[in-house]
């Protein structure tokens, strides 16, 4: 039995729920962490057609097995199975998640994680609702330590815990109290920076920060590179496209949840349009274009978008 000392909600149900992924949690550190050279892969692909890693599989499961044994959970939708999974006649809650964010850089040592959005169970099973509809939502990173970026229920605020294993049963320790982001910072992660050639907007924007001075931290997992805008309480991660290189990013599985975060740690969310979290849900492999972090960063980057037509008020 792991030692969790941590209550998300006073919300019983919603209790439970949280503290059943942070039982996934560690046991995904767990496989991750005598992984040998990322991993194998398995010969399946998901429904995005990416190749899927046996680790992959394994976390998905774990996060499925913890939540089924809530009773709480009425269903899950994960980006590796994007179609909703009945757990629990009944249950309370949908969760939405992706098991293994960062695979591809797996092989290399990177932090990788587990992104997660908790619903409100209804008999549309999400469809017609927006992202400011979630209930919850958590980050869980896996690389030099295991911690886990969380909203707080029950205080109301972005919270960050550390997982310590030396009593060989593992416990989770508050180590970051109410996260609020700064809304200026020079730090910038550019996501799917190969459409910038022809992407002239994305690619002034970019400019400007190379140009201003802007730290570059870019690892290639959209986990870690928006968890350290949490840890720093400053910066951006991006990532637009065109019609020939366009976003990948799912929206119920990683766009949403991190986008629920930022939002709650006073940052903001961008899609070309609007607020990320103001996007209706139409489907369960539904992509986004996305910006988060610092708010007035985000306001440069959408002055940008409108200099160039693509954003009317």
């Not at 049963?169 to 190969?194: A, V």
């Not at 985000?298 to 409108?306: A, G, H, P, T």
Request: aromatic share 10%; hydrophobic share 35%.
């Amino acid at each position: 039995m792991h030692s969790l000392h941590v209550k998300l909600s006073d919300e019983p149900e919603l209790s439970a729920v949280c503290s059943a992924l942070l039982l996934a949690f560690i046991e995904n550190s767990r496989v991750l962490r005598y992984c040998s050279g990322g991993g194998d892969y398995t010969n399946t692909q998901n429904d995005f057609g990416d190749h899927q890693l046996e680790m992959d599989v394994q976390c998905e499961l774990n996060v499925n097995t913890e939540l089924k044994k809530t009773g709480f959970v009425s269903h899950t939708a994960s980006e590796e199975t994007p179609e909703m999974k009945l757990l629990s006649e009944g249950g309370k809650y949908i969760v939405t998640f992706d098991p293994l964010d960062g695979s591809s850089i797996i092989g290399t040592n990177f932090a990788v994680g587990t992104i997660v959005a908790i619903w409100k169970s209804d008999e549309n099973l999400l469809i017609g609702k927006k992202g400011r509809d979630m209930v919850s939502a958590c980050c869980c990173l896996y690389g030099s330590r295991t911690n886990v970026v969380f909203w707080n229920q029950k205080e109301q605020k972005v919270q960050e815990y550390t997982l310590f294993d030396g009593d060989k049963q593992g416990h989770w320790e508050l180590t970051k109290d109410n996260i609020k982001i700064k809304p200026k910072g020079k730090l910038f992660s550019p996501g799917n920076t190969r459409c910038i050639a022809e992407h002239i907007p994305y690619r002034e924007v970019v400019d400007y920060w190379i140009h201003n001075g802007y730290t570059l931290r870019y690892s290639g997992g959209m986990a870690p590179d928006i968890c350290q805008i949490f840890l720093k309480e400053v910066g951006v991660f991006s990532c637009f496209g065109d019609a020939k290189n366009p976003s990948k990013l799912r929206y119920l599985y990683e766009c949403a949840p991190l986008s629920f975060l930022i939002e709650k740690a006073e940052g903001k969310s961008f899609n070309g349009k609007h607020s990320v979290l103001d996007t209706e849900i139409t489907g369960y492999q539904q992509k986004s274009e996305i910006i988060v972090g610092s708010a007035d960063e985000i306001e440069f980057f959408k002055s940008v978008w409108k200099k160039h037509g693509l954003l009317k008020e």
